[in-house]
T-cell receptor
Framework: DTAVSQTPKYLVTQMGNDKSIKCEQN?????MYWYKQDSKKFLKIMFS???????INETVPNRFSPKSPDKAHLNLHINSLELGDSAVYFC???????????FGPGTRLTVT | ELKVEQNPLFLSMQEGKNYTIYCNYS?????LYWYRQDPGKSLESLFV?????AVKQEGRLMASLDTKARLSTLHITAAVHDLSATYFC?????????????FGEGTQLTVNP
């Protein structure tokens, strides 16, 4: 029944590694997003995709690459992880009416 | 660049008291959302405000939007401990497809017995 799901929930890795976070929504929404929440709880949008097309691409290091294989999935791949990448990453989705965004449970990434 | 400011950032209140959280923003928008986040959890949608003068209420929480003043308020009535959480407002600058949310810094609310 989960509307927006993410895997993994926790990710602990070393600097320099490459990792991916997966997101899936079963709400039939056209648009999906990635947000980063830092240690001070500040939330900032990173990317959005509409129907597999990149719409928003904020000032994010190009080590971060989103991929949308279909409109129900939006994955986030991170190359050469750095300490500053440690954060909680939230996936979200929205439909056409009201544009209200529904958030996934989050992935807590810790880079050591 | 859109700026969204909440105040206060930290709020400690006693059960039974009333208080208001303010959300000011810098650019014209008539879409504003309030979310609740419990520690270690995701964001839960509380209110969707889509027009000037919109007012919505759910239980002890009431949200309003004044687009001319670029101000939204979240009013808490007779607070209870269960309302302890972080509350975020988010302003939406509608994109061609989907939306672009800019979040406030969040207000960490603690309700004490």
């Amino acid at each position: 029944d989960t509307a927006v799901s993410q895997t993994p929930k926790y990710l602990v890795t070393q600097m320099g590694n490459d990792k991916s976070i997966k997101c899936e929504q079963n709400l039939g929404h056209d648009t999906m997003y990635w947000y980063k929440q830092d240690s001070k709880k500040f939330l900032k949008i990173m990317f959005s995709y509409n129907n597999k097309e990149l719409i928003i691409n904020e000032t994010v290091p190009n080590r971060f690459s989103p991929k949308s294989p279909d409109k129900a999935h939006l994955n986030l791949h991170i190359n050469s992880l750095e300490l500053g990448d440690s954060a909680v990453y939230f996936c979200a989705s929205s439909g056409r009416e009201g544009y209200e965004q529904y958030f996934g449970p989050g992935t807590r990434l810790t880079v050591t | 660049e859109l700026k969204v400011e909440q105040n206060p950032l930290f709020l400690s209140m006693q059960e039974g008291k009333n208080y208001t959280i303010y959300c000011n923003y810098s650019t014209t928008s008539d879409r504003l959302y309030w979310y609740r986040q419990d520690p270690g959890k995701s964001l839960e949608s509380l209110f969707v405000l889509l027009s000037n003068g919109a007012v919505k209420q759910e239980g002890r929480l009431m949200a309003s939007l004044d687009t001319k003043a670029r101000l939204s308020t979240l009013h808490i009535t007779a607070a209870v401990h269960d309302l302890s959480a972080t509350y975020f407002c988010a302003v939406d600058l509608e994109e061609t497809s989907g939306s672009r949310l800019t979040f406030g810094e969040g207000t960490q609310l603690t309700v004490n017995p």
